[in-house]
């Protein structure tokens, strides 16, 4: 492996300021999203319907920086539109089962124990 290939892997990706796409009857913010297997693949999501509090890209841009603070930092960043349930299931259960990991069963099964 040369000098330029550890280069390219070490490098932080670069600061994406993102898309408002401006439809009908809603607002969208698009930007590039890194898959499991590498590719970038362009992604959209709802930013907010139009209504009075939301009819230009103006009313939107709040929304969409804090969308690109979320993409660009790599954590999660909830919104409204999150329901109570993922909020739990993201927030509450996956950061507690990083904290505690579950016993392995042959920890269990050598002390004897059943459950």
Do not use: C
């Amino acid at each position: 492996m040369d000098i330029s290939q550890l280069l390219n892997r070490n490098r932080l990706p670069r600061k994406q300021k993102g898309e408002v796409i401006e439809t009908a009857t809603a607002f969208f913010g698009r930007y590039y999203h890194t898959t499991e297997d590498g590719t970038r693949r362009q992604k959209a999501v709802k930013l907010a319907d139009k209504s009075d509090l939301y009819r230009s890209k103006n009313d939107v841009a709040p929304l969409m920086e804090r969308l690109m603070l979320g993409v660009n930092s790599q954590t999660a960043i909830f919104s409204g539109q999150a329901t109570l349930t993922e909020y739990i299931e993201i927030a509450i259960y996956l950061g507690f089962a990083r904290i505690r990991p579950r016993p392995r069963r042959t920890a269990i099964a050598r002390s004897g124990s059943t459950a």
